[in-house]
């Protein structure tokens, strides 16, 4: 079935350092979410994207979905140690209350 | 409000033996979802729930995986009998809407 690859799979910055995680689908999306999940916690909800081109932020985030929906991206401007943790890309079809998740990236914050 | 409630939080179980766990999902939230969260797998949805019907259990591995949703408050998830190949984290989660949902904490199962 559909599915979205997120890459990288790990990302080790250093603290301060700018991350971008990516998340490609070979079909038209209808919408995407991310989450966000500590070591040793469960995903939380950080945002929904829904227009194409859509751009959203949330202080040092920011989130993209791309003109053709078919990809989104996730960047963290000068990360710090309260941003590890793994990165999930999601999406559900048009009417749907399931969501498909990517695989995620772990993102390592060297202090 | 306390959030999605799952117990328990960790169950090591011999294989063969019956496991249930447990979710409480928000007050109010009428979807239900149950996943699995393995390193190699990823998090895989198992089943959901609207109003308490079960909608979409494609991702039930095989018969000894059931779920149940007696009412708006209680949901269960059974494995009989359970195998090491069922050792994972287990999260229920509930929405009221598509696409946000509310994760509990999870239940770590090891079947020894």
């Known amino acids: 079935g559909q599915q979205v690859m997120q890459i990288p799979q790990y990302q080790h910055v250093q603290e301060g350092e700018d991350f971008t995680t990516y998340c490609n689908s070979s079909?038209?999306?209808?919408?995407i979410q991310w989450y966000k999940q500590r070591p040793g916690g469960h995903p939380v909800f950080l945002i929904q994207?829904?227009?194409?081109?859509e751009v959203k932020k949330q202080k040092r985030l920011t989130f993209q979905f791309g003109e053709a929906k078919k990809n989104s991206s996730l960047h963290i401007t000068a990360t710090q140690t309260t941003d590890v943790g793994t990165y999930f890309c999601?999406?559900?079809?048009?009417?749907?209350?399931?969501?498909?998740f990517g695989k995620g990236t772990k993102l390592s914050v060297i202090p | 409000d306390a959030g999605v409630i799952q117990s328990p939080r960790h169950e090591v179980t011999e294989m063969g033996q019956e496991v249930t766990l447990r979710c409480k999902p928000i007050?109010?939230?009428?979807?239900l979802f149950w996943y699995r969260q393995t390193m190699m797998r990823g998090l895989e949805l198992l089943i959901y729930?609207?109003?308490?019907?079960?909608?979409?259990d494609s991702g039930m591995p095989e018969d000894r995986f059931s779920a149940k949703m007696p009412n708006a408050s209680f949901s269960t998830l059974k494995i009989q009998p359970s195998e090491p190949r069922d050792s994972a984290v287990y999260f229920c989660?509930?929405?009221?809407?598509?696409?946000?949902?509310?994760f509990g904490p999870g239940t770590r199962l090891t079947v020894t």
């Open positions: 994207l829904v227009k194409s081109g």
């Open positions: 079909t038209t999306l209808s919408n």
């Open positions: 007050s109010g939230h009428n979807s």
């Open positions: 989660a509930s929405s009221r809407t598509s696409y946000e949902q509310y």
């Open positions: 999601s999406y559900s079809g048009a009417g749907s209350y399931q969501l498909t």
């Open positions: 729930f609207n109003n308490n019907v079960p909608i979409d």
